[in-house]
């Protein structure tokens, strides 16, 4: 059995309990500190590779490519199928597009909030308290708390902090 079966068929299963869940994400490499990851999540890519802090959240059917490192921060929600990809193939000097990807690390910090079928891509930064809409594509740094949402994402509303 390979990794990657071990990892998206069996530790991924619905059958699989959380703890053992998370016991095995560990075994494999990853930097896991919360058992609240639901079933269906894929991994391509390296464990090792990949951080999830505290108190995060994934929902059902989540897909992370550690290609490079992905850090995850505490106290964050994962809506169902959000897809966090870290390979990028660079445009080469003639204008083709390389056939080797090259990983780009991506780094969410803590309480982001990201909306179901949201997609980060490689070498973003997420700051603390953002907000990614629903079906937002994140192509570059999100550096202001608030709500980030559309194709690309962009700010529409930066956090106001109450006084």
């Known amino acids: 059995m390979t990794v990657g ?4 068929g069996v530790l991924g ?8 869940r ?10 896991v500190r919360t ?26 059917e989540c ?36 056939r080797v990807s090259e990983g780009r690390a991506v780094e969410i910090g803590d309480r982001v909030w990201v909306g179901a079928r949201a997609q980060i891509l490689p070498g973003v930064r997420i700051a603390a308290d953002v907000v990614i809409a629903a079906g937002a594509v994140v192509t570059r740094d999100c550096p202001v708390p608030g709500v980030y949402a559309g194709v690309p994402a962009r700010l529409v509303r930066e956090k106001t902090v109450a006084t």
């Open 5 to 8: 079966a071990a990892v998206n």
């Open 35 to 60: 058992g609240n990851i639901f079933p269906g999540l894929r991994v391509y890519g390296a464990m090792r590779n990949l951080e999830i802090g505290r108190r995060t959240f994934l929902n059902a």
């Open 63 to 98: 897909y992370l490519e550690p290609v490079a490192p992905i850090r995850i921060g505490e106290a964050c929600q994962f809506g169902p199928q959000v897809m966090v990809v870290t390979s990028h193939h660079p445009t080469l000097a003639d204008g083709t597009v390389s």
């Open 22 to 31: 998370l016991a095995g994400y560990r075994l494999f490499g990853a930097q």
């Open 13 to 20: 299963s619905a059958l699989m309990p959380r703890p053992l």
